[in-house]
């Protein structure tokens, strides 16, 4: 292509050398050619950090739908080096590094440093679209690190309570906020939650771990056979569907 004849002639200067590439990286990325994308994104990374965030975003995005333990890695690999830059972020664009760091994070069971992360952070001053998504996180963290249960169940409960949309974000929250209780034997609450989930989600991954919830709460009252009719339904929905609750 002409790009690329450009590209091989070096008749532009770095940043345009930068520009080009992520060019041609991008229509790759849009072609589903994750493999072309991939090796033209480290031409561009070639010319530094550069201030323009969403190449490296488009970056990410490509090596974790490549996939593969080795491009994960490198994938995780410019999440820190963006978070880690002297450079002053800020945005959504930045924001979304920051989450999908902390989910990483809290997939690795360090739910510490996933907090520290989220405190570098001012959600409250610098708002973001993904602030809500920032604030779950938080309260996810706190849950599973044990001995902050009161803390997380009022900032989930906080969250829940101003969140307009039924979309994801509000199924996990009221899930987060269902294990709370659950956890506390507060079962009638927790089911309270579940329920709230199962009815503003259509038979998606979100319902059906509102429904593994209902579950879990019908056996802590011995309604075995309830339970068992939705550990059937629910059997059927992963064989077809893969998912990690």
Same mark, same amino acid.
């Given at each position: 292509?002409?790009?690329?004849?450009?590209?091989?002639?070096?008749?532009? !200067? +770095?940043?345009?050398? #930068?520009?080009?590439?992520?060019?041609?990286?991008?229509?790759?990325?849009?072609?589903?050619?994750?493999? #072309?994308?991939?090796?033209?994104?480290?031409?561009?990374?070639?010319?530094?950090?550069?201030?323009?965030?969403?190449?490296?975003?488009?970056?990410?995005?490509?090596?974790?739908?490549?996939?593969?333990?080795?491009?994960?890695?490198?994938?995780?690999?410019?999440?820190? +080096?963006?978070?880690?830059?002297?450079? %002053?972020? +800020?945005?959504?664009?930045?924001?979304?590094?920051?989450?999908?760091?902390?989910?990483?994070?809290?997939?690795?069971?360090?739910?510490?440093?996933?907090?520290?992360?989220?405190?570098?952070?001012?959600i409250e001053k610098q708002p973001?679209?993904?602030? !809500?998504?920032?604030?779950?996180?938080?309260?996810?963290?706190? #849950?599973?690190?044990?001995?902050?249960?009161?803390?997380?169940?009022?900032?989930?409960?906080?969250?829940?309570?101003?969140?307009?949309? &039924?979309?994801?974000?509000?199924? %996990?929250?009221?899930? +987060?906020?269902?294990?709370?209780?659950?956890? %506390?034997?507060?079962? #009638?609450?927790?089911? &309270?939650?579940?329920?709230?989930?199962?009815?503003?989600?259509?038979?998606?991954?979100?319902?059906?771990?509102?429904?593994?919830?209902?579950?879990?709460?019908?056996?802590?009252?011995? &309604?075995?056979?309830?339970?068992?009719?939705?550990?059937?339904?629910?059997?059927?929905?992963? !064989?077809?569907?893969?998912?990690?609750?």
């Amino acid at each position: 292509t002409d790009y690329e004849e450009a590209v091989k002639r070096e008749v532009v !200067n +770095e940043n345009g050398m #930068r520009g080009m590439y992520w060019d041609i990286a991008s229509c790759y990325w849009l072609l589903g050619d994750f493999r #072309r994308s991939i090796t033209a994104f480290e031409k561009v990374m070639a010319y530094g950090l550069g201030k323009i965030l969403d190449v490296h975003k488009e970056y990410v995005i490509a090596l974790l739908i490549k996939g593969g333990s080795e491009n994960r890695n490198k994938a995780l690999g410019i999440i820190d +080096e963006v978070l880690d830059s002297s450079l %002053q972020w +800020e945005g959504d664009v930045f924001s979304w590094f920051v989450v999908k760091r902390v989910v990483a994070l809290i997939g690795q069971g360090d739910e510490e440093e996933a907090l520290a992360v989220l405190a570098s952070v001012d959600i409250e001053k610098q708002p973001t679209i993904f602030s !809500n998504e920032m604030k779950l996180l938080k309260g996810r963290a706190m #849950r599973r690190l044990g001995g902050q249960d009161d803390e997380a169940d009022l900032l989930l409960r906080k969250l829940y309570a101003t969140i307009e949309t &039924r979309g994801p974000i509000y199924a %996990q929250v009221a899930l +987060e906020l269902g294990k709370l209780n659950y956890a %506390q034997f507060r079962d #009638r609450e927790a089911a &309270r939650f579940y329920t709230r989930v199962t009815v503003t989600q259509s038979g998606n991954e979100w319902y059906w771990a509102g429904q593994l919830g209902l579950a879990q709460c019908a056996c802590m009252h011995h &309604r075995y056979i309830e339970a068992l009719e939705i550990y059937k339904n629910l059997s059927v929905f992963i !064989n077809k569907t893969p998912i990690n609750f």
